[in-house]
């Protein structure tokens, strides 16, 4: 499976972890669009985003 993270999908294969830059309106709006399924996780640190796919 690739890794996808696009506004309208995220897509992770098994174990991936992913860290970007991106602020508290970017991570509002990804946990959002993920709502509440189990994976991707997603987590916010001033200034970094990370999702992992466990």
Excluded: A, C, H
Aim: avoid cysteine; aromatic fraction near 8%; charged fraction near 20%.
């Amino acid at each position: 499976m690739n890794t996808i993270i696009t506004p309208e999908r995220i897509q992770l294969s098994p174990g991936t972890v992913v860290r970007m830059l991106g602020s508290w309106t970017e991570y509002q709006i990804m946990s959002q669009q993920i709502g509440d399924r189990f994976s991707p996780r997603i987590k916010y640190r001033p200034g970094d985003l990370t999702s992992t796919n466990t």
